[in-house]
């Protein structure tokens, strides 16, 4: 009997050891994550652009007056359109992809982002958004991060924070400020 206690204890211990080394080192993940994203910065961990994520972004309306402006060879390889670096959406370790636009898949005065939850089965946009940059913060609604997105123009600068409401990003905060002159 007190051999079967000890050997309960040491599986419990075990388990509870595995566990503090798991969390621990997505800990280490996140701190060493990127959480900003610009068009001319470098993505911290790049991934390329699969096959079926193409296809759900060339089904979005912003993707298709993008092509408008794109070269030939561009709309025969539209991945040459795309930069994408995995991210973590959510506390439970489910992947999502930052999906960058290269021109002329961006706005005249704007970067395009989407962010892409299930990549890799199954991909669908939860969030299209252009801006100056995207962020994806500590916070969290209904399972996954919220993001911020910043945009400038001369005159003035908006944040928007978005939130998730279970099915894709909605803005939760809107705020325009006037530069000073």
Same mark, same amino acid.
């Given at each position: 009997? /007190?051999?079967?206690?000890? !050997?309960?204890?040491?599986?419990?211990?075990?388990?509870?050891?595995? +566990?503090? /080394?798991?969390?621990?080192?997505?800990?280490?993940?996140?701190?060493?994550?990127?959480?900003?994203?610009?068009?001319?910065?470098?993505?911290?961990?790049? *991934?390329?652009?699969?096959?079926? #994520?193409?296809? #759900?972004?060339? @089904?979005?309306? @912003?993707?298709?007056?993008?092509?408008? $402006?794109?070269?030939?060879? @561009?709309?025969?390889?539209?991945?040459?359109?795309?930069?994408?670096?995995? #991210?973590?959406?959510?506390?439970?370790?489910?992947? +999502?992809?930052?999906?960058?636009?290269?021109?002329?898949?961006?706005?005249?005065?704007?970067?395009? $982002?989407? *962010? #892409?939850?299930?990549?890799?089965?199954?991909?669908?946009?939860?969030? $299209?958004?252009? +801006?100056?940059?995207?962020?994806?913060?500590?916070?969290? %609604?209904?399972?996954?991060?919220?993001?911020?997105?910043?945009?400038?123009?001369?005159?003035? %600068?908006? @944040? %928007?924070?978005?939130? $998730?409401?279970? !099915?894709?990003?909605?803005?939760?905060?809107?705020?325009? !400020?006037?530069?000073?002159?």
């Amino acid at each position: 009997m /007190a051999k079967a206690s000890r !050997t309960t204890c040491l599986l419990v211990l075990l388990v509870v050891a595995a +566990g503090i /080394a798991a969390s621990q080192a997505r800990k280490t993940h996140l701190l060493h994550e990127q959480t900003l994203f610009r068009e001319d910065k470098p993505l911290q961990h790049p *991934v390329p652009v699969s096959q079926d #994520v193409l296809r #759900v972004l060339l @089904e979005r309306d @912003e993707v298709k007056q993008g092509l408008d $402006f794109s070269s030939d060879s @561009e709309r025969n390889n539209p991945t040459q359109l795309f930069r994408a670096a995995e #991210v973590y959406l959510s506390s439970s370790d489910e992947v +999502g992809l930052v999906v960058i636009g290269i021109p002329p898949m961006t706005g005249a005065d704007n970067d395009w $982002f989407w *962010v #892409v939850r299930s990549p890799r089965h199954n991909p669908s946009v939860v969030l $299209f958004s252009g +801006g100056d940059y995207l962020q994806l913060l500590n916070s969290g %609604t209904n399972g996954l991060r919220d993001i911020r997105r910043l945009f400038s123009t001369a005159s003035e %600068t908006r @944040e %928007t924070i978005y939130k $998730f409401d279970g !099915t894709r990003y909605k803005i939760a905060k809107d705020k325009w !400020t006037e530069k000073p002159q």
